[in-house]
């Protein structure tokens, strides 16, 4: 279950919705695209502590899927970091009144609140 949790945040981390001024707008897995497709500024765009965040974290969920034995801490963190991002995008929806936003990042929010809901069952 753990493995389809790691899956599922995956999934839902990729569809949360971005917007800003003017006019601009991109789904996340859009922005990883054109962050890997310039290469010309790649290590300048790596280094910004947001996006290494988000592309760390999302490493250690995807070894998650498929490697079994992965460190429970190591993925506890992981989630626990991604969810503060996606809060970030959801606290931005909500001061501008952005549905699209806080709509985009409510699934992530459902699944890491059933993960951390089993984490506290499982050490119970």
Do not use: D
């Not at 789904?27 to 695209?33: D, G, I, M, V």
């Not at 998650?64 to 460190?71: H, S």
């Amino acid at each position: 279950m753990n493995r389809l949790l790691n899956f599922g945040l995956l999934i839902t981390f990729q569809f949360c919705y971005l917007e800003w001024p003017p006019s601009n707008s991109m789904f996340l897995f859009h922005a990883e695209f054109e962050i890997f497709s310039k290469t010309e500024s790649l290590f300048q765009n790596l280094t910004h502590p947001i996006i290494l965040l988000g592309l760390l974290t999302q490493i250690v969920l995807l070894t998650g899927v498929f490697y079994q034995k992965l460190n429970k801490r190591v993925n506890n963190i992981a989630v626990l970091l991604l969810s503060i991002l996606v809060l970030f995008f959801f606290l931005i929806g909500i001061l501008g009144w952005n549905y699209k936003i806080m709509a985009s990042t409510t699934p992530f929010l459902i699944l890491a609140g059933i993960y951390f809901t089993r984490l506290r069952l499982r050490l119970k």
